[in-house]
C-alpha cells in the first residue's frame, strides 16, 4: 500500500470555481503534512502547511483528518495560475509524495 | 538569499557512464534530500544526509548509487555505471533542522541516459 494516495484528477474548472480534492494517509504516526505544487515537473513548491485545526491561506484552505487519516485542499475563486499538479506530502523527515492531483483552470 | 542550487540542470550520458549530480543546500541548512522523479511517476525518497553522515539511504538503490555531504563543498549523488532506466528528475532538497522540519526544493537536475 502506498504511503500517500491522492485522486490524479484531472480537475477541469472555470475561472472562479471553487475545486477541493483529498489526499489518505496510511502511516498513522505521520506527524505533518503539507501540500506542495508543481508545475511542468519542475521543483515542487510549498504551498502551505496542514493541521488537525484547519489552515487558511488566502483562497486555499487545508484541513487534516487524523481519525480517518485524510487530508484535504480547498481552492477557492479559482485562477488560471492556479494551474498546476498539487502534491499532498506527509514528512517523517523523509518526505512521501503522493502521485499529484492535475487541476485545469480553464478562461 | 539563495535557495537551494544544483548543478548541471542538465545531464545527458551514455550507457555505462557516471553521472555526478551537486546539490549545494541554502544557507545555513545543514540537512540534505535526495529524491527522485521517474517519467509519469511522483517523487520518491532516495537518501537524507547531514555533514559527513548518511543518516538514512533507505530509498537508495543497492547498486551504483551512493551519495555524500562533505565538510566542505556541496552534496554528490554519484550513478556509476547508468542505464536508461536511471533516466529522471533529480531534486535535492535541504532543511535547517532534521526531524519535520520544511524542506526546501532545488531546481533539480534532469538526466537523460541515451
Known amino acids: 500500500r502506498k504511503e500517500v494516495e491522492q485522486d490524479p484528477g484531472p480537475f477541469n474548472v472555470p475561472e472562479g470555481a471553487t475545486v477541493a480534492f483529498n489526499c489518505t494517509y496510511s502511516n498513522s504516526a505521520s506527524q505533518s503534512f503539507f501540500w506542495y505544487r508543481q508545475d511542468c515537473r519542475k521543483e515542487p513548491k510549498l504551498l502551505m502547511s496542514?493541521?488537525?485545526s484547519g489552515n487558511e491561506d488566502g483562497r486555499f484552505t487545508a484541513q487534516l483528518n487524523r481519525a480517518s487519516q485524510y487530508i484535504s485542499l480547498l481552492i477557492r475563486d479559482s485562477k488560471l495560475s492556479d494551474s498546476a499538479t498539487y502534491l499532498c506530502?506527509?514528512?517523517?523527515?523523509?518526505?512521501?509524495f503522493g502521485a499529484g492531483t492535475t487541476v485545469t483552470v480553464r478562461a | 538569499n539563495a535557495g537551494v542550487m544544483q548543478n548541471p540542470r542538465h545531464l545527458v550520458r551514455r550507457r555505462g557512464q557516471e553521472a555526478r549530480l551537486r546539490c549545494s543546500p541554502m544557507k545555513g541548512h545543514s540537512h540534505v534530500y535526495w529524491y527522485r522523479q521517474l517519467p509519469e511517476e511522483g517523487l520518491k525518497f532516495m537518501v537524507y544526509l547531514q555533514k559527513e553522515n548518511i543518516i538514512d539511504e533507505s530509498g537508495m538503490p543497492k547498486e551504483r548509487f551512493s551519495a555524500e555531504f562533505p565538510k566542505e563543498g556541496p552534496s554528490i549523488l554519484r550513478i556509476q555505471q547508468v542505464v536508461r532506466g536511471d533516466s529522471a528528475a533529480y531534486f535535492c532538497a535541504s532543511a535547517k533542522t532534521g526531524s519535520t522540519d520544511t524542506q526546501y526544493f532545488g531546481p533539480g537536475t534532469r538526466l537523460t541516459v541515451l
Open positions: 496542514v493541521y488537525s
Open positions: 506530502v506527509s514528512n517523517d523527515y523523509k518526505l512521501s
